[in-house]
């Protein structure tokens, strides 16, 4: 099993200098998505007290020629505070910062979707739009190979790894556990997570989060699954199917909900939000991975609970469709619907932005409109 160098330095070493007394200082490690629309990167700097809102976080700057964001020639991009978590690894009073990124003209760098998804988010505020996330993700070691599988060869076929228990069916669980409880002490909205059905695959789930709250909490929640991987010498990749053949992808299924659809009768509004979800395949599958429909198209096959990446299609409790209705929503007539097309990579800012703009909006047509 192939483990990161850095895995093997002694942690008890470390925790000596972790103990030492920070004084009135305080760590604030600002955190961004590179140019890929995939990628994290980070950087800290001290602060002379504890910031008791992202308001007094001051705006900072980076390199982006070495990011995928910028030319060498004018590389400078600057870091907006736009969310404050509490650091789960140098605990109190330490900060961790999600930002979004600015060119040097004071434009949104191209992979900053955070502005666009905020000014649609504040248009819809008063229908108070829910969403809930299902973050699944695959352990593989430094080679690429996946956690506990054999070296040259497979496990057992599917079957019985889905939220299973024992060493022959749970692979990693202690970086499962690691992540949970660092979500929880920083803040993140972590509301679950299980073994998946491809052994070394997990899920977690956010939610549920209003309006821009969900991007935020979901990316927050990637930057630490891979910030504890880093500690355990191996990779998490969120790639929407790692092992190619007879082996299940990885999505990122979003529920939604408005009031209205919550309240009772909501179903109606639950069937036309479906019905303007059908007119727009095309363009949700666009914005449902960073690569435009690339990376779902070896995911979304029809087999392998996932709909067919050409067709949409909705029903109840079915998990090969476009679109579910959960049994219990069909039931009560209110509730949520899930979204079961995004990817393991897609960005949560421009998922749940498409969905506002086709649903609420009531958008149509293969291209967002300007507002």
């Not at 600002?30 to 140019?35: L, P």
């Not at 202690?174 to 509301?191: F, M, N, T």
């Not at 695959?201 to 990637?222: K, N, S, T, Y």
């Not at 087999?303 to 009560?332: K, L, Y």
């Amino acid at each position: 099993m192939a483990t990161s160098a850095s895995a093997t330095l002694s942690k008890a070493v470390k925790q000596q200098y972790m103990d030492l007394p920070q004084g009135d200082k305080v760590q604030a490690m600002y955190i961004w998505i590179d140019g890929t629309g995939e990628g994290l990167r980070c950087k800290t700097r001290t602060l002379d007290s504890e910031p008791k809102s992202v308001e007094e976080l001051p705006e900072w700057n980076f390199d982006g020629s070495s990011t995928y964001q910028a030319e060498g020639s004018n590389s400078d991009m600057y870091l907006i505070p736009s969310a404050m978590f509490r650091d789960p690894f140098r605990k109190d009073p330490n900060k961790l910062v999600l930002c979004e990124v600015l060119k040097y003209n004071g434009k949104p760098a191209e992979t900053n979707l955070r502005i666009t998804c905020k000014k649609v988010m504040d248009m819809v505020e008063d229908q108070h739009p829910w969403f809930g996330m299902e973050q699944e993700y695959t352990i593989l070691g430094t080679d690429g190979h996946p956690f506990g599988w054999p070296s040259n060869g497979f496990p057992g076929p599917q079957g019985p790894y889905y939220c299973g228990v024992g060493a022959d069916k749970a692979y990693g669980r202690d970086i499962v556990e690691a992540h949970y409880r660092a979500c929880l002490y920083a803040g993140v909205k972590i509301c679950g997570t299980n073994a998946e059905v491809m052994p070394a695959q997990w899920e977690f789930q956010v939610g549920p989060c209003e309006g821009i709250d969900m991007g935020d909490h979901l990316w927050l929640a990637r930057f630490l699954l891979h910030r504890v991987c880093e500690d355990f010498g191996v990779v998490a990749s969120f790639d929407p199917k790692p092992i190619p053949g007879n082996w299940n992808g990885a999505g990122c299924h979003t529920n939604f909900s408005t009031k209205e659809m919550r309240d009772d009768g909501g179903l109606k509004a639950i069937e036309d939000s479906i019905e303007k979800l059908g007119k727009r395949h095309r363009y949700h599958i666009r914005a449902y991975d960073p690569k435009g429909g690339l990376d779902n198209a070896r995911r979304l096959t029809g087999h392998h609970e996932t709909s067919n990446i050409n067709e949409f299609s909705a029903g109840v409790a079915n998990r090969g469709a476009s679109i579910r209705i959960p049994r219990s929503v069909g039931q009560e007539k209110k509730g949520y619907f899930e979204d079961r097309r995004p990817s393991a990579n897609c960005d949560p800012y421009g998922v749940t932005e498409a969905l506002i703009r086709t649903c609420l909006l009531s958008e149509e047509g293969d291209e967002p409109t300007e507002y």
